[in-house]
């Protein structure tokens, strides 16, 4: 497996540079960054949607960086994120229609996607409402929507995951593998790059996003016997040592998935993207390839 942390100068990460952008759709201003070079500006776009109380900051510049060497990346704060206005969405559904909406209003027919964590939930319910839209999908550090099989997260991750302030030792336990101490000290090294940041994630958007997730992973939604309606090609990206969702639940979505690809980094945890940027990113570039190859047929 290629090395953790990677050893790129710092000036290099373009996704710390660029300007957030915004687009207005029925009266909210959605907040955006766009990186990728300039010959990959005609590809499918590869939208990216975020996890609990992540902003368009919390992106891994490494990974970000690394995967728009080859892509067109997005970064998409939903409403009430950072500084996108708006109310905040209080289901996975309604995440889900906002993020189309958002893309519509850029002017795009077809999009991949990747969600992260909460925003694996919202890239589920994305591609099942629009499969004309969604093109792939790649889910990382995720699970399926609850159900008799799930097994449940630790008793203290999401205790931890509603800290106000992440310590170090909070941030490798919410991320990381036990031992990874260094791979998290780069990720909060690279974090603490970008200059102009998004506001925090306010209290109510917080309390919204939890309840939405409790639903979908407390089975009390749909998704995941509506999961065999996902036709699209999926690439499940996880760890073994992922606190929020056991590894058997990323079997139990491949299992139920009619087109899935399974990838299980061995000591890595709920974030193996930011554990192994450039080896989750070459990953997704790959499978994202072979979309566009079968495309052009």
């Known amino acids: 497996m290629s090395s953790s942390v990677s050893d790129r100068p710092v ?42 109380r992540g902003t368009l900051d919390d ?47 850029l002017g795009y027919d077809v999009v991949d996607v990747l ?45 931890i995951a509603l800290t106000p302030e992440y310590s170090f030792e909070d941030i490798r336990y919410l991320f990381f593998a036990e031992g990874r101490d260094a791979e998290t000290r780069a990720y909060i090294d690279r974090h603490a790059l970008r200059t102009d940041r998004e506001p925090p994630v306010a209290p109510a958007t917080i309390q919204s996003m939890a309840g939405l997730i409790m639903d979908f992973m407390g089975g009390k939604t749909d998704h995941y016997a509506r999961l065999g309606e996902m036709r699209q090609p999926t690439l499940i990206v996880s760890g073994d040592d992922d606190h929020f969702f056991p590894v058997k639940n990323q079997w139990l979505l491949y299992r139920e998935l009619p087109d899935a690809q399974l990838a299980v980094y061995p000591q890595a945890g709920h974030a193996p993207h930011q554990q192994h940027p450039d080896a989750v990113a070459g990953q997704v570039t790959r499978f994202l390839h072979v979309q566009d190859t079968a495309a052009a047929v």
């Open 59 to 105: 992106w891994d510049p490494a990974f970000v960086d690394a995967v728009a060497e080859q892509r067109h990346v997005i970064l998409f704060s939903d409403a009430a994120v950072g500084s996108s206005t708006g109310l905040p969405a209080t289901t996975v559904d309604e995440k889900a229609d906002n993020a189309a909406s958002f893309v519509r209003a």
């Open 115 to 159: 969600g992260f964590s909460m925003g694996g939930f919202v890239a589920q319910a994305l591609a099942m409402r629009e499969p004309a839209l969604v093109r792939s999908v790649v889910l990382v550090g995720t699970g399926p929507g609850g159900n008799v099989e799930t097994e449940p997260h630790t008793d203290i991750v999401f205790g």
């Open 11 to 52: 000036q290099q990460y373009l996704s710390v540079e660029v300007e957030t952008q915004y687009v207005e759709v029925d009266g909210v201003r959605y907040a955006y960054r766009e990186v990728g070079q300039a010959e990959h500006m005609g590809t499918t776009p590869l939208v990216f949607l975020h996890r609990f």
